[in-house]
């Protein structure tokens, strides 16, 4: 396989490799990585970013973000959804797939979004599976690792695609990505897109996690490598202020010997120097990997 990026599909992500018993590894592509993005169309501001998503078809040819993604969805709903499970009411699976973006970043709540949805408890889980199984959204789990405090056990859903977020969300320019409540979700996301593409770039499985007690305390992503755990806060804030290091902070002093070195990852474009953290405006993610 080539290795442009452009031979990815425009559509959706794919898998590509052998049979399981081959030694070739099954690699899963998902959308652009910011790194894999032309630097003459990589977006320069985050809101652009953001708004614009990575899906390769809106860098190889001039189609505006607002213009693709209801077709994408469209397409997505009638041939994709049909194939894959038998969905009967397909205009409650859309209004489902909106309410499923305004929760992106945030703790999924089965019996909530039921409710919400207007369906029940066990067609919301098959729609969730679905999401996950066509690479809609990834569910991050909560890390086992309690040190002896109460945890939450509810999986965090996240976009793989902020832009296809920001399409069912109504956003119809990147400015209004400046004041919208859920910029630091979207943020939130797409930092964990971000270092999920890393591994699975790689042919790695996903490492990742997230940890939160039952106190608030969290920390919004976390790397296991053979026990060694990496926090990684991420916070939309164009300017770093010292309350963005409590959680991190504290959940060092929880995971003593196990702790790897800490990574903030912030909305602003300007490197900034930590005695303990490693801090990354999120044009420089690419150095936290």
């Known amino acids: ?74 397409t997505y709903v009638e041939r ?21 973006a305004a929760r992106t970043g945030q703790l999924l709540n089965y019996s909530s979004l039921a409710a919400d949805a207007g369906v029940s408890h066990p067609t919301v889980m098959g729609w969730i599976s679905l999401l ?32 296809l977020a920001c399409s069912l969300l109504g956003i119809e320019k990147a400015s209004q990505l400046v004041s919208h409540p859920l910029k630091g979700a979207l943020f939130e996301t797409w930092v964990v897109g971000e270092l999920l593409k890393r591994r699975l770039n790689q042919g790695l499985r996903s490492n990742l996690f997230f940890w939160r007690d039952k106190t608030g305390h969290e920390i919004d992503a976390l790397a296991d490598e053979a026990g060694q755990l990496f926090p990684f806060e991420i916070k939309a804030g164009k300017t770093v202020s010292s309350d963005m290091f409590r ?22 474009q300007a490197p900034v120097v930590h005695p303990e953290v490693t801090v990354l405006p999120w044009n420089d993610i690419r150095n936290s990997l």
């Open 132 to 163: 996950e199984t066509s690479f809609i959204i990834h569910l991050l789990r909560p890390h086992h690792a309690n040190f002896s405090k109460r945890l939450i056990k509810m999986p965090k859903l996240h976009f793989i695609d902020t832009g």
């Open 80 to 100: 994709d959804v049909r194939q894959l499970k038998n969905v009967t009411n397909l205009e409650t699976f859309r209004r489902f797939l909106g309410l499923c």
């Open 247 to 268: 959680d991190l902070a504290y959940w060092h002093k929880l995971a003593g010997r196990k702790a790897g070195k800490a990574t903030l990852i912030f909305g602003g």
């Open 1 to 74: 396989m080539s290795t442009s990026p452009f031979y990815r599909t425009a559509a959706a992500p794919f898998t590509h490799g052998l049979s399981p018993w081959n030694s070739r590894r099954l690699l899963e592509l998902l959308p652009f990585a910011l790194d894999e993005l032309p630097a003459p169309k990589r977006p320069s501001g985050l809101e652009e970013m953001l708004f614009q998503g990575s899906y390769p078809r809106l860098y190889d040819r001039p189609v505006k973000p607002q213009d693709w993604y209801p077709a994408y969805l469209q």
